[in-house]
């Protein structure tokens, strides 16, 4: 009751608890840390601890109120080294500004200033205390605050604010993240409180790279479907009817336009070939003539002396 000081556009609403419970966020695991016993409401009878939702709400709010004070978004280091909550951290960078780390932390990003990834973020957010420790050591060096999400079975060493949540479920992961990230475009005065947020919980949900290849191969197989839908359809009889019927008369044309052709050039050759002696006479006069110009015969007499004297001499 801390951080939403009893007003009512910061109470917990019954859907907001409708979607921690469907993501299974309130569910820890059957360890506790002794630091997370206060957030933890019952354990079941299987083990499980069941974690305080209205105390998860409430740090979730006072980090919220952190992240809206920093002037810069980009100061804000957000970070996950588990597949669950990268692209759950990709999608808050995107919506508040802030600066991401998705993957594999390079150790020295925070404390060795000769490296190219060398940054000096002002607060550092990660999804799992235990995965994402050499960040979080590498903070406490450099005096970075530090908001987790926590289970009930996560240390609590160097992590200034944690937010007690299951950070092992896909769907917990991203529920928590969208609600951080809503939480805090709210308080910037981003989006408003009397509307929904536009985008659902399912943005930063994590994907398995397989179910999306196969959801991209059966989209394609539905697109080449739509397209070859009038090439796969089955003829009926009244349109092979007009098309045999079309095919009739267009070769029937065809034919009388091949004949019409054919007579043409008959007539055109015979009047050609009509007035062929003159041109054969006057190809035989032009061989002649050239003939007599050539005169190789003479030519060749005349070298044969030429050379004959030359080397007869």
Known sequence: EKMSGGLDVLRLTADDVSKMLAASAHLGTTNVDFQMEQYVFRRRNDGVHIIDLRKT????????????????????????????????????????????????????????????????????????????HQPITEASYVNIPVIALCNTDSPLRYIDIGIP??????????LMWWLLAREVLRLRGTISRDTDWEHMPDLFFYRDPEEVEKEEQAQGKADDGVGAGDWGATPSATDGAANQADWNTTTAAAATTTTTEQTGQAAAAGDDWSGSPSKDADWGGSNANAAGKNNWSNEAGEWGAQEGGEWGS
């Not at 299951?166 to 992961?173: L, V």
Request: net charge positive.
């Open 57 to 132: 709400w409430e740090k979730l709010l006072m980090a919220a109120r952190i992240i809206a004070a920093i002037e810069n978004p980009a100061d804000v280091c957000v970070l996950s080294a588990r597949p669950y909550g990268q692209r759950a951290v990709l999608k808050f960078a995107k919506f508040t500004g802030a600066s991401p780390i998705a993957g594999r932390f390079t150790p020295g990003t925070f404390t060795n200033q000769i490296q190219k990834a060398f940054r000096e973020p002002r607060l550092l957010i990660v999804t799992d205390p235990r995965v994402d």
């Open 165 to 174: 949540c299951n950070n092992k479920g896909a769907h917990a992961i991203g």
